[in-house]
T-cell receptor, first 114, second 107 residues
Framework: DSGVTQTPKHLITATGQRVTLRCSPR?????VYWYQQSLDQGLQFLIQ???????AKGNILERFSAQQFPDLHSELNLSSLELGDSALYFC?????????????FGEGSWLTVV | QKEVEQDPGPLSVPEGAIVSLNCTYS??????FMWYRQYSRKGPELLMY????GNKEDGRFTAQVDKSSKYISLFIRDSQPSDSATYLC???????FGTGTSLTVIP
């Protein structure tokens, strides 16, 4: 168990709909990352927040948005969903360890768009 | 051109074999190189972390970085069935991941 909690674990929704994925980082971790993993694209970095502020942006679509709240939990909002958005969405938080900046991944949220 | 390329496999080896997993990358500015292991339907977990060129060993695992060739490798000695997983390389502050190589170690 990495200590990063994601909900829901599975989600099935229709095209055009909007969903919210939730993430609680490990206790004390200030950084939260969101990734999308699909079979054809691999693990794609979407966005990073640090203590409530956006720190880095990757291949995140305009239909997607995220935020990190004062209690450090984060939400990823996906709107106008398309079939191609079906993927496993990971949240991760990071800490400085003896191995450097170590990222700890949650179990992921499986999104199926039908 | 993708930032990092990784052969997706799948790779199937007998127990006890030496496994070599590789990635190539395009940006010579990358300084941090990581290998993650991902079991089916689980989140990736950090396996090895190296900085700049050279080798790093941890038990049966050795990570190797050749910055001149922009090539990184992970070697697994005496592979075990429990090593069966997908291995992903990661670079650039963990913003760039390879697509992963699926490894199966047959008892």
């Amino acid at each position: 168990d990495s200590g990063v909690t994601q909900t829901p674990k599975h989600l099935i929704t229709a095209t055009g709909q909007r969903v919210t994925l939730r993430c609680s980082p490990r206790s004390g971790d200030l950084s939260v990352y969101w990734y999308q993993q699909s079979l054809d694209q691999g693990l794609q970095f979407l966005i990073q927040y640090y203590n409530g502020e956006e720190r880095a942006k990757g291949n995140i679509l305009e239909r997607f948005s995220a935020q990190q709240f004062p209690d450090l939990h984060s939400e990823l909002n996906l709107s106008s969903l398309e079939l191609g958005d079906s993927a496993l969405y990971f949240c991760a938080s990071s800490a400085i360890t003896s191995s450097g900046n170590t990222i700890y991944f949650g179990e992921g949220s499986w999104l199926t768009v039908v | 051109q993708k930032e990092v390329e990784q052969d997706p496999g799948p790779l199937s080896v007998p127990e006890g074999a030496i496994v070599s997993l590789n990635c190539t990358y395009s940006n010579s500015a990358f300084q941090y190189f990581m290998w993650y292991r991902q079991y089916s339907r689980k989140g990736p977990e950090l396996l090895m972390y190296t900085y700049s060129s050279g080798n790093k060993e941890d038990g049966r695992f050795t990570a190797q970085v050749d910055k001149s060739s922009k090539y990184i490798s992970l070697f697994i000695r005496d592979s075990q069935p429990s090593d069966s997983a997908t291995y992903l390389c990661a670079l650039g502050g963990q913003f760039y991941f390879g697509t992963g190589t699926s490894l199966t170690v047959i008892p």
